[in-house]
């Protein structure tokens, strides 16, 4: 175990600083669509706990999103320390999640969805009217960029360390996460709620627990997206971008963390290289996702799975540890069927 | 774990090593680019196909004529989606990082063009929009140029039309509950305030609102003369045919919207006594916009509308400062920008003022037998 | 004027009640939420508008039959070829195909039609009835007319005819429904053309009122979902009355609260209906589905 976790930091590490390198070659604009797709990382992985470890369908995450953007904006734009106003803006949509989470997760299935769904369309709409607090349609200026010490995080490449460094700490949470006993247990809920409460576990406490991180996750994400535009406007965080997110975890494969990572970079970066396609291009990008639903229902991270499974395997037979990783993956795909 | 794992890292890898790939750089020396961010896709892309109609016949003419001393003007368009600030910035930072592009013409919407705003300041380069909103120039971007009338100007001008010449007292007000509505009517409603004149009804709706039956009662109730709507398209042409259906008889004013073709065609005969702050109508008898008229019907065998007409415009000023700019690049082209005096459009003579509003004249129609008619030029500061 | 307001909720309340119909169609057979509803009424629009109408010239009955036939085509494809590869992958997987779905039908529409909306004509527009001093449209005429017959066609053929049964029976147990005998595929594509037809009518009634665009379907079949949840999801009734009952709390939510906050107002009361009577009128207490 001591031993797995050495390896697991040190590849981290070593992606984190291969990343940094990148970023100081790559074009600016690339730079620019990595900071977005960094963001919807933190949205999707956030949205896996309640949806992918959880089992319950939330629609909220553009709304937490915005809760946690407008929150920080807000008190930013009143000049308060910057640092405080972050964390304040997590704790209120975590606050926001947990009220939220406390009473909707009685309900179940597309109830909960719809639920959710008309919490993000409430929340849109007063982004929308409370004119005085939100700036209304035209959203918040000005927004100034973060800074650490005297140096101001006012261009891509710096925004690119911080989002990294955070994007990483999140896929990391959600990884020790699902491999500690809490996250085994949820995982026995959300394949048999019954028996999982029979052998003593608190479903309800559970799921509102991972509602409440899920929100969380998003606030962060709104108090990166705001430092990261300068600009919000409840566009960002209309109702109908709630199903991005879904989308996102979906495609990438549900209830692991490499699934909501992969379908986030795919998300954000798919339309980007689809755009010498012109007008059609959005077009296409439907086309795309109906497919990788079709040919991969669960998930691309779950077509890996099976396709190791079935056809690696047998070359890293010899590797008793490898081969232990491949039966967990395939494991695991039954489960989730 | 460990599989996840590397499918992660790959999958990392494949889009940074994809990155690098499309990295190659398309400047040219001999061509000069321009970009355009306009919503190609979605919900408003009929605005970006005309913006896209009229800047393409301008700069078809100049390169057809050689071109700038001998440099063909390059267009790359991008699509930014209409309001949506994540894929304006997108689109903005590919045209002014990747594409090399001197000036950008767009983003159209607000919410679209204030994160954008930043981005060309940091990369200084200028750009032409036609969002109205007057928190576009009220940031006090150098780099930002509005080639419509800013509806600070044209909400003041049709207020006092309704009050001096409509003699309107009990006024309502209407918007979409969007930025442009917002920041419409929040200058209608100073401007009323100036005559002291406060509304006596206000109501919203969203542009995909079907029903304005309550908001009509609800008018009616209030007993008002007349209603000073600032929406779009769509929802302009249900609420007038919803008026006359349900036999509503107070005036109807508003902002462009009611003056352009969806609004005829989508109102019917409904749309008849519209009135309408605008910068540009169709079949208006002034030769110069009779002649922009054919030349387009003769390329797109359809009439020009607004947006076409006020981009071909855009346009042709930028076109207009590159010709007049000392060198080609970006802070040249914005002086030259800045530099522009009544410079002669279809609209309007454009003159640049601080501040960015290059447009300062509008014209107040009303619909007469399906037709807007000029009824009077209205001009202020 | 309360009769006014009631009379113009209920024409909008008519419209998301027929679309909660075709939602309701699918849930029972396959139980899943249709996320692509609103587009499938809006390409029926299109197809009406923008091919039948504009191009042919068809007089409108002849128009509505085209369309229908286009959408049962459609229906069996998109049953075919995205439901069916997906009939044994988790609930989620088949709704985010549906969200996709509705992505491209949407971008697609633009690409096809243009940008610009269309305007449909109708023969029942031109005329409006007044009932008092309240007025409306003939097209509404038309959209309830529609929806009570269609509502009887649905309740009677799942009750009273073989394919209704097995219909319901795939939906209840499509394994078992298998082994005794029934051609779940046949009957689920079945399913999947009925509910694209009703989306094709409520499509072609809807558009002479909304103007055709890419647009047009999203927040009405937001609000027909809705509908579906205040009715009792799944049951045919709870669709026509939840609709009604959300079509005329709008309006006068519109009319005596606000007209900026309609959308609160009736998602709220909404949020509130569903965390205290979840299983809505008409429903019985919740069944979780597998």
């Known amino acids: 175990m001591k031993r797995r976790i050495a390896v697991v930091s040190i590849t981290l590490i070593i992606a984190y600083t291969v990343l940094l390198f990148l970023a100081q070659v790559l074009d600016v604009y690339y730079v620019h669509v990595l900071n977005v797709a960094l963001i919807n990382i933190m949205l999707a992985v956030g949205l896996n706990f309640i949806v992918g470890f959880g089992g319950q369908i939330s629609m909220a995450q553009s709304a937490f999103f915005g809760i946690g953007s407008y929150t920080y904006s807000i008190l930013v734009l009143h000049h308060s320390p910057m640092l405080l106003d972050a964390v304040f803006a997590v704790i209120i949509t975590g606050i926001v999640g947990l009220a939220l989470g406390w009473p909707a997760l009685k309900l179940k299935g597309h109830y909960l969805a719809l639920a959710t769904l008309g919490f993000g369309v409430i929340m849109g709409e007063l982004m929308t009217n409370l004119e005085h607090i939100t700036g209304g349609a035209n959203g918040l200026t000005g927004i100034p960029p973060f800074s650490i010490g005297s140096l101001q995080l006012n261009t891509d490449g710096r925004m690119f360390v911080l989002l990294l460094a955070v994007a990483f700490l999140t896929v990391i949470l959600s990884i020790i996460f699902s491999k500690s006993p809490i996250g085994m247990r949820t995982r026995a809920f959300r394949d048999d709620e019954t028996a999982a409460s029979m052998v003593g576990i608190n479903v309800s406490l559970m799921k509102i627990m991972l509602f409440t991180v899920s929100a969380m996750f998003a606030g962060l994400a709104g108090v990166l997206y705001a430092g990261l535009l300068g600009y919000i406007s409840p566009d960002v965080f209309a109702w109908s971008t709630t199903f991005n997110y879904l989308v996102m975890i979906v495609v990438g494969g549900l209830g692991s963390t490499a699934g909501p990572v992969i379908g986030a970079l795919l998300f954000t970066f798919i339309p980007e290289w689809l755009r010498f396609l012109k007008d059609s291009y959005m077009a296409v990008f439907g086309l795309v996702v109906i497919i990788m639903i079709v040919v991969a229902p669960e998930g691309l991270k779950g077509l890996g799975a099976v396709v190791w499974a079935r056809h690696l395997k047998r070359l890293f037979r010899r590797n008793p540890e490898n081969l232990k990783a491949s039966r967990e993956g395939t494991a695991y795909e039954h489960h989730s069927n | ?381 | 004027m309360s009769l006014q307001l009631i009379i113009s909720g209920l024409a909008m309340g008519a419209i998301y009640a027929l679309i909660a119909l075709g939602f309701t169609l699918i849930w029972n057979a396959v139980g899943i939420v249709n996320f692509a509803q609103g587009e499938l009424v809006m390409i029926a629009a299109y197809v009406s508008a923008g091919w039948l109408a504009m191009s042919l010239h068809l007089p409108w009955v002849l128009n509505l039959l085209m369309v229908m036939i286009f959408m049962a085509i459609f229906g069996i494809f998109i049953a075919r070829w995205m439901y069916h590869p997906l009939r044994k992958s988790s609930q989620l997987s088949a709704i985010v195909a549906t969200i996709g779905l509705s992505l491209f039908l949407k971008n697609i529409a633009v690409l096809i039609w243009g940008p610009e909306p269309l305007i449909d004509p109708s023969p029942f527009k031109a005329v409006t009835l007044h009932v008092g001093r309240a007025a409306f449209s003939g097209q509404y005429i038309s959209i309830l007319a529609a929806l009570l017959i269609l509502m009887g066609l649905q309740v009677f053929m799942f009750r009273r005819t073989q394919v209704g049964r097995a219909m319901q029976a795939t939906a209840q147990d499509g394994e078992v429904a298998r082994l005794m005998g029934v051609n779940t595929k046949t009957i689920i594509s079945i399913i999947f053309a009925y509910a694209f037809v009703l989306a094709g009518i409520a499509g072609v009634l809807m558009a002479p009122l909304f103007y055709v665009s890419a647009d047009m379907g999203s927040l009405v079949a937001l609000k027909a979902f809705a509908a579906c949840i205040i009715g009792g999801f799944g049951n045919v009734q709870g669709a026509l009355v939840g609709g009604l009952i959300l079509g005329v709390l709008e309006a006068f939510g519109s009319y005596f609260i606000s007209s900026q906050y309609v959308d609160v107002i009736s998602f709220g009361l909404l949020i509130a209906f569903l965390i205290f009577r979840p299983q809505g009128i008409f429903g019985e207490p919740i069944m979780e589905r597998p």
Not at chain 2, 111 to 138: D, H, N, Q, R
């Open chain 2, 1 to 381: 774990m460990k599989k996840a794992r590397k499918c992660l890292l790959g999958l990392v890898g494949a889009v940074c090593l994809g990155s690098i790939a499309g990295c190659g750089t398309n400047q040219s020396s001999k061509e000069i680019n321009i970009g355009v961010s306009a919503p190609l896709t979605g919900q408003f892309a009929q605005d970006g196909k005309y913006m896209k109609q009229g800047i393409q016949l301008a700069v078809n003419d100049v390169n057809a004529k050689g071109g700038i001393g001998g440099r063909q003007i390059k267009l790359f368009f991008e699509d930014d989606q209409g309001p949506n600030p994540t894929v304006a910035s997108n689109a903005v930072t590919k045209l002014v990082t990747q594409d090399n592009v001197v000036a950008v013409i767009g983003p159209h919407f607000s919410p679209a063009m204030l994160p954008a705003e930043s981005l060309f300041s940091k990369y200084k380069v200028p750009a032409l929009t036609g969002a109205t909103g007057p928190v576009i120039t009220a940031q006090g971007n150098p780099w930002i140029f509005r080639i419509r009338l800013n509806d600070s100007i044209g909400a003041k001008l049709l207020v006092q039309y309704a009050v001096n010449d409509l003699h309107l007292k009990r006024v309502g007000l209407d918007y979409v509950n969007t930025s442009f509505g917002q920041s419409g009517i929040q200058a209608v409603k100073q401007a009323l305030a100036a005559d002291g004149i406060t509304p006596v009804d206000i109501q919203t709706h969203d542009d995909s609102t079907k029903d304005f039956t309550s908001q009509i009662l609800s008018f009616e109730k209030a007993k008002v003369d007349g209603v000073i709507v600032w929406t779009d398209d769509q929802p302009s042409g249900l609420l007038a045919q919803q008026m006359k259906q349900l036999g509503a008889n107070f005036k109807l004013i508003g902002s462009t919207s009611f003056s352009q073709p969806p609004f005829l065609n989508l109102a019917g005969s409904a749309s008849n006594g519209a009135y309408a702050i605008t910068d540009f109508t169709q079949n208006n008898p002034d030769p110069r916009i009779q002649a922009w008229e054919s030349k387009f019907n003769s390329v797109y065998h359809t009439k020009p509308e607004l947006y076409a007409t006020a981009y071909y415009d855009a346009m042709n000023i930028l076109i207009d400062a590159l010709q007049h700019s000392s060198k080609v690049d970006a802070p040249s082209i914005q002086k030259a920008l800045e530099n522009i005096k009544n410079y002669q459009g279809v609209i309007t003579n454009y003159s640049y003022s601080s501040g960015g509003d290059m447009v300062h004249a509008g014209l107040i129609t009303q619909v007469q037998n399906g037709q807007p008619v000029v009824i009077k030029k209205v001009s202020g500061s």
